[in-house]
């Protein structure tokens, strides 16, 4: 009884299954990386296959933008880049209506009795990979900047603030589904992984800090390596995002990107003082400071104040 049953359950299922599938996948929100693709049907449609099943000559359409990528028991079979209808064929899910032979469709039925009748012993799924530019991902990081100035005879550790905004996009979907998303149900999204990401892109910075640290930098030149180090990271960084995680860095820029304020201070009294040693400067900054003084002494009436202004002319 339970070999008729399985016969028949096999006959019921597989000839739901012998109908080909429309998968099409909107556009997908730059806060996801993937999505599974599921088949087109309305109510009425006579197509009521499982869900897991995409028959040979189906059509799997690509829009702009995206990449569809085909997983049959776990494994990638097929990867669909150009965008537009893409014939799905994959000789292990046969059907009337893409030219199987009885043979053929014999095989699959005696597959399916023996795991019951109702299993086709295979899953087959789409997903579709965002491959469009993600944007305004945020970074930032605090690290030792050395600076140098040769005329202070200056070389400091400071600490430089840097942050800004990072873009990244799949260049490697093979790479993204095996070693990053896997065979997630539905969505996999972007939030899932960036913070991992935002930490390798601060070690490039922390990096590039590091070698530039080798030149002399005043701090008035800081400005003028911004569009180095943007290049530097971004080169550095899709060296081993390729490879590792199959995603590359578009662009990065830096919105902050300077010295914290207690050293820029701290800078800027070293070079004041540094002035002062110069006897000529010396000489006009108190010429200054005793020229103030003597007009608030002048607005200010008091016998102390002219007592201090006569004073001080004396000893002019």
């Known amino acids: 009884m339970g070999i008729l049953k399985a016969v028949f359950a ?20 730059s806060e996801l990386l993937m999505v599974r693709g599921m088949k087109q049907a309305s109510k009425q449609s006579a197509n009521k296959g499982s869900d897991d099943i995409i028959t040979d000559g189906s059509v799997i359409a690509v829009s702009d933008g995206q990449c569809a990528i085909v997983v049959s028991n776990g494994k990638i079979i097929s990867v669909f880049r150009e965008s537009g209808e893409n014939i799905f064929r994959s000789g292990e899910t046969f059907g009337a209506f893409s030219g199987s032979s009885m043979k053929q469709l014999g095989k699959e039925m005696g597959r399916r009795i023996s795991f019951g009748g109702d299993m086709p012993a295979i899953k087959q799924r789409v997903y579709y990979l965002n491959t469009k530019e993600i944007p305004g991902i945020p970074f930032g990081i ?83 390596l911004i569009p180095q180090i943007e290049t530097y990271v971004v080169e550095k960084a899709n060296e081993k995002l390729r490879q590792l995680r199959g995603i590359e860095i578009v662009s990065l820029a830096f919105e902050k990107f300077c010295l914290i304020d207690a050293d ?16 000529n400067m010396a000489a006009a900054t108190l010429a200054g400071a005793q020229a103030e003084a003597m007009v608030n002494a002048a607005q200010n009436h008091s016998a102390g104040a002219l007592l201090g202004l006569g004073m001080m002319g004396s000893v002019i």
């Open 10 to 29: 096999s006959l019921n299922t597989e000839a739901k299954d012998q109908w080909k599938e429309f998968f099409y996948c909107n556009s997908i929100p």
């Open 142 to 224: 605090k690290a030792p900047f050395r600076i140098q100035d040769e005329n202070l005879k200056l070389d400091i550790d400071c600490t430089l603030e840097a942050s800004g905004l990072f873009s990244f996009r799949i260049c490697e979907p093979e790479i993204v589904y095996k070693k990053l998303i896997g065979n997630v149900e539905r969505v996999y999204g972007v939030s899932w992984f960036v913070s991992q990401m935002k930490a390798e892109v601060n070690g490039m910075i922390l990096s590039a800090f590091k070698d530039f640290c080798e030149r002399s930098v005043r701090p008035s030149e800081l400005g003028d």
């Open 264 to 279: 820029m201070q701290m800078i800027k009294e070293l070079q004041r003082n540094a002035v002062l040693t110069n006897l």
